[in-house]
């Protein structure tokens, strides 16, 4: 158990709907990741926040959009949902952030079916 | 031409086999990460190096940065050990977790 937690594990909707997934960090982790990882795409990086702020920004459509709550737990949403949007959506989360990094710990993953 | 390549695809052993998984970038990097993912999909992070050698266990994972190269390897291999494993690079403007570029991975088998 990496004391991460992501929720929804599984979540199954329609194109043009929108969802949000949830990840909680390791208790007094201050940075959190977001990735994806399709069939097609692999593993790709998507948004970092430190501490409450957007840090490093990836391959994240602007259709997705993600915030770090003062609780450090960590949303991703996802709207207009199309076909190739259906991946693993993996959170991480690190001690540190910037200069100081630590090791990443990656949450069990939602798994997203677009319909 | 991916900014980083893993090889092989995929490797089968038998039991107690020495593997050597390996990792070539194309880019200056401030550190370089091993992931390995289980059939059930979750992942660890296995190693993040910038330099030299580690060892945890049976893994050892060492990288050189002049030749842009990183092998994993697993001594006295296990059915266990059977996952897919992944080289992922922070570019050298980055810090060591940041923006991390992964390869498409290496899916090792172990048989009993």
């Known amino acids: 158990d990496s004391g991460v937690t992501q929720t929804p594990k599984h979540l199954i909707t329609a194109t043009g709907q929108r969802v949000t997934l949830r990840c909680s960090p390791r208790s007094g982790d201050l940075s959190v990741y977001w990735y994806q990882q399709s069939l097609d795409q692999g593993l790709q990086f998507l948004i970092q926040y430190y501490n409450g702020e957007e840090r490093a920004k990836g391959n994240i459509l602007e259709r997705f959009s993600a915030q770090q709550f003062p609780d450090l737990h960590s949303e991703l949403n996802l709207s207009s949902l199309e076909l190739g949007d259906s991946a693993l959506y993996f959170c991480?989360?690190?001690?540190?952030?910037?200069?100081?990094?630590?090791?990443?710990?990656f949450g069990e993953g939602s798994r997203l079916t677009v319909l | 031409k991916n900014e980083v390549e893993q090889s092989p695809q995929n490797l089968t052993a038998q039991e107690g086999e020495f593997i050597t998984i390996n990792c070539s970038y194309s880019v200056g990097i401030s550190a370089l990460h091993w992931l390995q993912q289980h059939p059930g999909g979750g992942i660890v992070s296995l190693f993040m190096l910038s330099s030299g050698k580690k060892k945890h266990g049976r893994l050892i994972a060492t990288i050189n940065i002049q030749e842009k190269h990183s092998s994993l390897h697993i001594t006295a291999s296990h059915p266990r050990d059977s996952a897919v494993y992944i080289c992922?690079?922070?570019?050298?403007?980055?810090?060591?977790?940041?923006?991390?570029?992964f390869g498409t991975g290496t899916r090792l088998t172990i048989i009993p």
């Open positions: 991480a989360s690190s001690v540190r952030g910037g200069r100081a990094t630590g090791e990443l710990f």
């Open positions: 992922a690079v922070s570019g050298v403007s980055n810090f060591g977790n940041e923006k991390l570029t």
